[in-house]
């Protein structure tokens, strides 16, 4: 199962020969691996290998899904009054809402509520806005028991409020009960750490070095965008970055990493300077998301860039579909899910039997594939 979530992020790059392409275990050594498009014998074409449930509830606006064996949870931002959707694992059913918008400190009302920003691992629900970060206990059984869920069901664990320097911070989360790590835009480092005991705030884990030219913090950290999870079933956190075909998996307990290299379809371009910053809008995009499960790894996969029309910059995409790639945990390839446009949003049950995803375009539906 997913558990409590707690997100520790260590980055190292060793010298390896691009050549070499590593079959060795993640937890003997550190090694890299080079992935290319046919390393993914298992291909799941879900544009006509989907089931589709129609739902009682309009998903217009989702920014993210997660889930546990029972429970998929879509945070949907259409309507103010039920931030949150829960749906059934079992057959897509919808089983009712929770959370608001607004400036006060109920328990259930949120300020503006981060995508990245929510996770569920097992029956603890994290939650951060501009203003704090929540952890919340879901009654899964009591939902499952009684087919649908209420306030009743849901129990604040803890309300951490943030102090001005954090306000906007990225992707906050507590680890254990005394800090949280996550990054601030203006941060020099690629992660920072909040005690809430001496409230000290500390750069840590520095930035990969992929860029050798001098640029302030807030453009440093639009470069090496990323998103990250970590697995605590696993002790190891998966990184995937926007901007390089890189997912790294690092390995916590003896501080060593996995670096799969994935062949894309075109190189990245020479990083060119704007100002202090860098000219984000050239640059070749590549992984968006990452979600993690018991047996494995899935990052989505989406190559494009921006061109120049007129006055206007258009999206040129490379690959047709976005495709979520599957790896085990020792970073070799599984299966690859070829996604509907303009579906973007996805999530998989932790024991890996299902995948759930939306379109933005058919508000009434839910859909998802069975894995096994």
């Known amino acids: 199962m997913k558990k409590y979530g707690l997100i520790l992020l260590l980055f190292a790059f060793f010298s390896c020969s691009d050549s070499e392409k590593s079959t060795k275990n993640l937890d003997s050594e550190t090694s890299i691996k080079q992935i290319e498009a046919t390393d993914f014998a298992n291909v799941i074409d879900l544009t006509v290998n989907s089931d589709s449930v129609k739902i009682s509830t309009d998903l217009f606006v989702v920014y993210n899904l997660v889930s546990n064996n029972d429970l998929v949870i879509a945070l949907e931002k259409s309507n103010q009054g039920k931030l949150f959707r829960v749906f059934s694992t079992r057959n897509g059913e919808y089983l009712g809402g929770f959370g608001f918008t607004g400036p006060g400190p109920l328990d259930l009302e949120f300020a503006q509520v981060s995508p990245r920003g929510?996770?569920?691992?097992?029956?603890?629900?994290?939650?951060?806005?501009?203003?704090?970060?929540?952890?919340?206990?879901?009654?899964?059984?009591?939902?499952?028991?009684?087919g649908g869920i209420s306030n009743e069901h849901i129990k604040l664990v803890n309300r951490i409020p943030f102090p001005g320097a954090l306000i906007y911070i990225d992707n906050p989360t507590l680890i254990g009960d005394s800090v949280i790590y996550g990054k601030p835009s203006d941060s020099k480092e690629l992660l920072i750490s909040y005690n809430l005991n001496d409230k000290s705030i500390k750069d840590v884990f520095p930035y990969p070095n992929k860029y050798s030219g001098e640029i302030d913090a807030t453009s440093k950290s639009g470069l090496y965008n990323k998103i990250f999870r970590y697995s605590p079933l696993h002790e190891k956190i998966v990184v995937a970055f926007s901007y390089f075909p890189l997912v790294q998996i690092y390995n916590l307990r003896n501080s060593k990493y996995l670096e799969l290299q994935y062949k894309p379809k075109n190189d990245q371009v020479e990083i060119t300077r704007q100002g202090m910053g860098i000219n984000e809008g050239s640059l070749y995009n590549y992984f968006g998301s990452v979600d993690i499960t018991d047996k494995g790894i899935y990052v989505s996969y989406d190559e494009f860039t921006f061109v120049t029309n007129g006055q206007n910059s258009e999206r040129l995409r490379i690959t047709k579909n976005m495709e979520v790639q599957s790896y085990d945990w020792s970073g070799n390839p599984r299966s690859k899910f070829i996604f509907p446009r303009p579906a973007w949003v996805y999530t998989t049950t932790p024991d890996d039997s299902k995948i759930f995803y939306v379109k933005p375009?058919?508000?009434?539906?839910i859909y998802f594939h069975s894995i096994k």
Request: aromatic share 6%; hydrophobic share 35%.
């Open 118 to 146: 929510v996770t569920l691992d097992g029956n603890i629900l994290q939650v951060s806005d501009n203003k704090s970060l929540r952890t919340f206990l879901i009654d899964t059984k009591g939902v499952v028991e009684s």
């Open 361 to 365: 375009n058919m508000e009434n539906y």
